[in-house]
Every structure is written in C-alpha cells, then in structure tokens.
C-alpha cells in the first residue's frame, strides 16, 4: 500500500510557486537598486 502524497505533493507545488515569485520579486528589487547605484554613479562622473 503506497502511502497518499498528493497532499504533500500539492504543498509542494504550492511552496515551489511562492519561492519562484519571491524570487522574481527579489530580482527586480536588485535590478532596480542597480540601475539606481549606476545612474549615481554616472551622475558623479558627469
């Protein structure tokens, strides 16, 4: 008798959906501050 895991399965997935939007989320963050960082920095140069 195999055990249910479609329930665990089914976290899985769940967890796996909110890391990718974490993710996504917390990259367009440091895209943001790094564009920010250069345009001062270009800023300084000119």
């Known amino acids: 008798q195999e055990p249910d895991n ?3 399965n089914n ?3 769940i967890i ?3 890391y ?3 993710n996504t989320e917390v ?3 440091l895209n ?3 564009e920010s960082d250069n345009s001062l ?5 000119n």
């Not at 920095?41 to 140069?45: D, L, R, V």
């Open 6 to 8: 479609s329930e665990t």
């Open 11 to 13: 976290n899985n997935i």
């Open 16 to 18: 796996n959906e909110i």
């Open 20 to 22: 990718e939007s974490v």
């Open 27 to 29: 990259n367009n963050i």
């Open 32 to 34: 943001k501050a790094e």
């Open 41 to 45: 920095e270009y800023n300084k140069e």
